[in-house]
Structures are given as structure tokens and as C-alpha cells.
């Protein structure tokens, strides 16, 4: 009954593959996140999605690529990996777009070798 | 200027001490504040808002000052349990989204 699940929770790959993670909110909410914390703990917003629509995108390599196939879902797919992309990656939700509660998945933790 | 910077510490205390974190913030339009928490290896959890006219939370309270730009934490009678880094949050207004600050890190010893 998590609220928000995130899977894998751990990803080890080599540089050049392509990699999915998943999210789903159980919440009912309308707005979902994707966020990275990279080695020096620094929490940056990459993309929000509100009602299965884009509506921030911020300033990420076109390598990452959203998909929110319903408002409970959305997943963060990257190609071609780079060593520079290793970090945790948080899924979060939130009741409505200007909603300031955040609920984050566990993270999934990338290592690129 | 950084938009929302903090002390990264750590910060360690023996239990039952009081413990205060400062925050400030660049954006002065910036409309709402909190505090997360995040343990190690866990995702961050809203800890509390922060009002204008300053609120308590249990050990907890938390202050703004929109004059001189900052936000304060403040933890009495500190646990061991308290032992995180502590995020602090401004939300910019309108559409943007939230920005996390790159946290305090609080170590409380027996």
C-alpha cells in the first residue's frame, strides 16, 4: 500500500545503455515528478507532468525522456547512458500542480560504469 | 547568489541539546516555505510549513523572516532519532516548482 512506488530501486549498468524506471501513485493525485540528488545531495527538479501532460521540462538532456501513460504513472526512460548520470532518482507526487506537499518514491539509486 | 542556501554541517549535538538551522533565500516574490527531512538513504519528508507568523511543532519551530530573507529551524531537547539532513524548501510561486536547498546535516549523539 506504498504511496508512491518506484522500481528498481538499485540500477547498475554500463555507459551507453539505455535504462527505464518506473513510478506509480496510489494517491489520487495530479501532478508527478521526476528528481535528482546527485553525490552532493543536491535535490534538482528534472521534469512535472499534470495530468499526464509535460508542464515543466527543465533543461535536461533529450537522453531522458518522460512517459506518463495515466495521471497514476509516470516513467523516466534514458538512452545511451553517460557516467555523469549516476545519482538517485526520485519519483514524487502531489495533489494538484500548485500543491506544495510533496510524497516521494524511495529513490532508485543508478551507478553508470 | 545561490536560490536557496543553507550550512551543509553537520551539526552534531548530544541528545537533549537545542539545535538551530538558518536558510536564506534569493527570490523575494518566493510565496511559501517548508522544511523536509531526509535520513540517510531515504526520500525527503515534509517536516513542517513555515508561516509568516512563525509555528510549533511538537521540539519543532519554525521562523520566517521575509525582510531579511530567511528561515529558520529551530530543535529543543534534540533525540537521537532527530539525526537527518534537514532540506529547507521555497516554492518560487505561480507554476514553478519547489527549490530544495542542499540540506543540514544533524548528527545527535547519546
Known amino acids: 500500500d506504498t504511496a508512491v512506488s518506484q522500481t528498481p530501486k538499485y540500477l547498475v549498468t554500463q555507459m551507453g545503455n539505455d535504462k527505464s524506471i518506473k513510478c506509480e501513485q496510489n494517491?489520487?493525485?495530479?501532478?508527478m515528478y521526476w528528481y535528482k540528488q546527485d553525490s552532493k545531495k543536491f535535490l534538482k527538479i528534472m521534469f512535472s507532468?499534470?495530468?499526464?501532460?509535460?508542464?515543466i521540462n527543465e533543461t535536461v538532456p533529450n537522453r531522458f525522456s518522460p512517459k506518463s501513460p495515466d495521471k497514476a504513472h509516470l516513467n523516466l526512460h534514458i538512452n545511451s547512458l553517460e557516467l555523469g548520470d549516476s545519482a538517485v532518482y526520485f519519483c514524487?507526487?502531489?495533489?494538484?500542480?500548485?500543491?506544495?506537499?510533496?510524497?516521494f518514491g524511495s529513490g532508485t539509486q543508478l551507478s553508470v560504469l | 547568489r545561490k536560490e536557496v542556501e543553507q550550512d551543509p554541517g553537520p551539526f552534531n549535538v548530544p541528545e537533549g541539546a537545542t539545535v538551530a538551522f538558518n536558510c536564506t533565500y534569493s527570490?523575494?516574490?518566493?510565496?511559501?516555505f517548508f522544511w523536509y527531512r531526509q535520513d540517510c538513504r531515504k526520500e525527503p519528508k515534509l517536516l513542517m510549513s513555515?508561516?509568516?507568523s512563525g509555528n510549533e511543532d511538537g521540539r519543532f519551530t519554525a521562523q520566517l523572516n521575509r525582510a531579511s530573507q530567511y528561515i529558520s529551524l529551530l530543535i529543543r531537547d534534540s533525540k537521537l532519532s532527530d539525526s537527518a539532513t534537514y532540506l529547507c524548501?521555497?516554492?518560487?510561486?505561480?507554476?514553478?516548482?519547489?527549490?530544495f536547498g542542499k540540506g543540514t546535516m544533524l548528527l545527535v549523539s547519546p
Open positions: 524548501v521555497v516554492n518560487p510561486g505561480g507554476y514553478s516548482t519547489l527549490t
Open positions: 513555515v508561516y509568516s
Open positions: 514524487a507526487s502531489s495533489q494538484t500542480v500548485t500543491n506544495e506537499k510533496l510524497f
Open positions: 527570490n523575494s516574490a518566493s510565496q511559501s
Open positions: 494517491l489520487g493525485h495530479d501532478t
Open positions: 507532468y499534470n495530468n499526464k501532460e509535460l508542464i
